[in-house]
């Protein structure tokens, strides 16, 4: 009973949609209906402007380091329990109920997850993110690249089957939910980001 409460709790929490809370609260645009339609923080800085869009980013994040963290260093769970509560964050953000199931691509969310679960992973993704980005300027590419990479450093520095399982989910679901930047990407329309 109290794993699944946990469970729900880190759902609802993950759930919370930063980017549309920061931009309603300073009386701008729904930011679902403006640029691409997304609630994360690329699609804020873009539209809202770079404040707003670094404090999504470090919101998004923190949805997934609040839970995992409380599990992992307060609650002391087994490591397949703590993964259940990674992938209920990761989930909550990607499939919000409180905006009908349609949520962000999860990668902020999973940020902070894997700042909790597996840090030298983190930064090893950090480089990864950083040449993709700089080399050829999409977000989406180094994103995508990103949540590619990230299972097999996991599987390097962890040596856990339960957390390498969670990290594949998550990928998945990232790249997945990319999709259509990915077909952008393909067609030479997807949009550059600029500082």
């Known amino acids: 009973m109290t794993l699944f409460i946990l469970l729900l709790a880190s759902y609802l929490i993950g759930a919370i949609p930063t980017g549309v809370v920061l931009t309603h609260m300073v009386g701008g645009q729904d930011i679902r ?24 980013l470090v919101g998004d994040c923190l949805k997934g380091v609040f839970p995992v963290a409380i599990a ?20 909550g953000h990607c499939y919000p109920v409180y905006l009908k199931f349609k949520g962000g691509k999860g990668v902020a969310t999973a940020l902070g997850i894997f700042l ?12 990864i993110f950083v040449v993709v980005l700089y080399l050829w300027r999409f977000i989406s590419l180094a ?8 299972p097999f450093l996991v599987l390097f520095f962890e040596r856990s089957i339960p957390l390498v399982v969670a990290t594949l989910v998550i990928a998945t ?6 999709r259509a930047n990915i077909e952008r990407l393909r067609t030479g329309s997807e949009n550059r980001f600029n500082l």
Do not use: C, D, M
């Open 72 to 91: 992992v260093y307060t609650l002391h769970l087994p490591v397949e329990q703590v993964a259940g509560v990674a992938l209920a964050a990761f989930l």
């Open 173 to 178: 679901i990232v790249i997945w939910r990319h």
């Open 116 to 127: 909790v679960l597996s840090p030298f992973s983190v930064l090893g993704v950090l480089g």
């Open 143 to 150: 994103s995508i690249t990103a949540a590619a990479a990230v």
């Open 33 to 56: 209906k403006t640029g691409s339609g997304n609630i994360g923080a690329t699609n804020v800085y873009r539209v809202a402007g770079r404040k707003l869009g670094i404090l999504t």
